[in-house]
């Protein structure tokens, strides 16, 4: 009878354990996962004091590449410092109509891409709610590469560490423009 105890209470000990940990690991998925999508009616929306628009949705087609396409989106962020410091961050990520999700790329390049494309020829850096002031909207580029034929139907999603995992969902549907090389 006192082996059946002890192993009770092994038993006991792996159950509280392992729910400490399940916890903890769901708790630190939810922040990473968006499953409360707000959708914005239009080109803007707001999230947890903060208001986004989408300010450009543009897209390039290599004529030599026709199936990827560069994508650039420019948001504007605008609201109060206390509730940008309650994001912590900025992810904006593009999602097609097959689930299928596309993050900004972050390389070498992306600056001088985004320059080309952009319709002004700079690039605002980043999603960065640091710098969000409520006088005046701050600028941001993102700038994905995806399969041009999943340009009819996109959603452009934002979200933060401190919003997570709820998120903003934007339609998308960019102004496409096909570049011939030595163009």
């Given at each position: 009878?006192?082996?059946l105890a002890?192993?009770a209470?092994t038993?006991?000990?792996?159950a509280?354990?392992l ?9 630190d998925?939810s922040?990473?996962r ?6 914005a009616?239009?080109a803007?929306?707001?999230l ?22 560069l ?6 962020v605008q ?17 097609g109509?097959?689930?299928e999700?596309?993050l900004p790329?972050y390389?070498?390049?992306?600056s001088?891409?985004?320059?080309l494309?952009?319709?002004?020829g700079?690039?605002n ?11 005046g ?17 996109l959603?452009l999603?934002?979200?933060g560490y401190?919003?997570r ?7 998308i549907r ?9 163009q």
């Amino acid at each position: 009878m006192k082996h059946l105890a002890w192993l009770a209470l092994t038993l006991a000990l792996f159950a509280a354990t392992l729910l400490l940990t399940e916890w903890s690991d769901t708790r630190d998925l939810s922040h990473q996962r968006e499953w409360d999508i707000a959708r914005a009616d239009g080109a803007e929306g707001e999230l947890d004091g903060l208001r986004f628009s989408v300010r450009e949705a543009r897209a390039v087609v290599v004529a030599s590449k026709p199936d990827r396409a560069l994508v650039l989106v420019r948001l504007a962020v605008q609201g109060s410092p206390k509730a940008a410091s309650q994001w912590i961050d900025c992810r904006a990520s593009l999602r097609g109509k097959g689930g299928e999700t596309w993050l900004p790329l972050y390389t070498a390049s992306s600056s001088g891409a985004i320059r080309l494309i952009a319709p002004d020829g700079k690039d605002n850096g980043t999603c960065l709610v640091s710098g969000v002031s409520e006088t005046g909207p701050t600028l941001s580029d993102h700038l994905y590469r995806l399969p041009s034929a999943d340009l009819d139907d996109l959603t452009l999603r934002v979200s933060g560490y401190g919003t997570r995992p709820s998120a903003l969902a934007f339609p998308i549907r960019p102004t496409v423009r096909t570049i011939k090389p030595g163009q």
